[in-house]
């Protein structure tokens, strides 16, 4: 979930992540997809994976244009971002607007590779942290050839912060930061 470069775009693939969760997750949605391209979202049984529901999201895509809205927000994605933005669209969120092409631009792979996309983000919030994860997106489709939902996640915790440096200081030199847009908000802004 940053302004200039592109860690949304740095071509991570899943061997290069360490997040348990985001490796729970991928062995779920694949076993769940089966032989299909993506599984269908009424395949999701969120009892199969409910130690990852705190770090989920579930996302209608709809097209022409792009736009996002946020059917789910579990309870560590709200309380990382500030906020609980369930049920919100992703352009009227009060985050700042590089922030929200960046994700565009992550749902836009997405949707251009069909298949999961992975990547490591580095925030810095209002409380003066910086904080680091690992996320995931994982394309969803009831039959025919479009995804029209995305599961998501992001691993606040047990990363290992040295790899995770160098993966983000190896993107090209394309390493990006964000701050709150305003003190005390937790919403990402561009340093």
């Known amino acids: ?7 949304a775009g740095n071509g991570l693939v899943l061997t290069d992540l360490t997040s348990p969760l985001v490796r729970e ?3 779920y949605w694949n076993e769940i997809k089966g032989d299909r391209r993506w599984p ?3 395949d999701f049984d969120p009892a199969a994976v409910r ?32 906020l609980d ?5 992703l352009h009227e969120l009060p985050w ?7 994700l565009l631009g992550q749902y836009r792979r997405l949707l251009a590779a069909g298949e999961p996309v992975f990547g490591a983000s580095r925030y810095s919030w209002a409380d003066g942290f910086e904080k680091s994860f690992e996320w995931g997106l994982f394309p969803f489709g009831d039959g025919g050839d479009r995804i029209d939902h995305v599961l998501g996640i992001e691993d606040f915790s047990g990363i290992d912060r040295e790899r995770l440096e160098r ?5 090209n030199g394309k390493l990006r930061h964000a701050r709150p847009m305003a003190a005390g908000g937790g919403q990402p802004k561009p340093l």
């Open 1 to 7: 979930m940053a302004p200039e470069g592109d860690v």
């Open 25 to 27: 997750l991928h062995r």
């Open 40 to 42: 269908a979202k009424r």
């Open 51 to 82: 130690r990852l529901l705190p770090y989920l999201t579930i996302e209608e895509v709809h097209r022409d244009p792009l736009r996002i809205r946020f059917r789910l927000v579990g309870t560590e994605q709200a309380r990382f971002a500030g």
């Open 85 to 89: 933005y369930t049920g919100c669209w």
């Open 96 to 102: 700042h607007p590089a922030v929200i092409q960046d």
């Open 167 to 171: 993966l983000l200081e190896g993107n």
